[in-house]
């Protein structure tokens, strides 16, 4: 079964740091689409950053660029998001997301088909 689990969520202070992991089981880890979406109360959930198998690279929401960065480690069946310079409109409960054919310039949670539980980033101003 595939199974996708978040860590790092917290609560840090508007222009601090936190690293996000997503770690991975049940399926050919490298193969996979792999991504970062966001959802705050009352809104939808949004792309936030992903990151391909090899052929599409990466996207960035325009709000994060030059503040997040994603990365994988597809030796570990991991995946990151490194935040930093953040602000109180960051706050939202993260997910991880992978697929085996959504291209890393989708942003549409609808083409992922796995998910992991969330967790939540604070960010107090």
């Known amino acids: 079964e595939v199974q996708l689990v978040e860590s790092g969520g917290g609560l840090v202070q508007a222009g601090g740091s936190l690293r996000l992991s997503c770690a991975a089981s049940g399926f050919t880890f490298e193969d996979y689409t792999i991504g970062w979406f966001r959802q705050a109360p009352g809104k939808e959930r949004e792309g936030v950053s992903s990151i391909s198998r090899g052929d599409d690279g990466t996207y960035y929401r325009d709000s994060v660029k030059g503040r997040f960065t994603i990365s994988r480690d597809n030796a570990k069946n991991e995946f990151y998001l490194e935040m930093s310079n953040l602000k109180p409109e960051d706050t939202a409960v993260y997910y991880c997301?992978?697929?085996?054919?959504?291209?890393?310039?989708?942003?549409?949670?609808?083409?992922?088909?796995?998910w992991g539980p969330g967790t939540q980033v604070t960010v107090s101003s």
């Open positions: 997301a992978a697929d085996p054919i959504a291209a890393a310039t989708t942003t549409s949670a609808r083409a992922y088909d796995y």
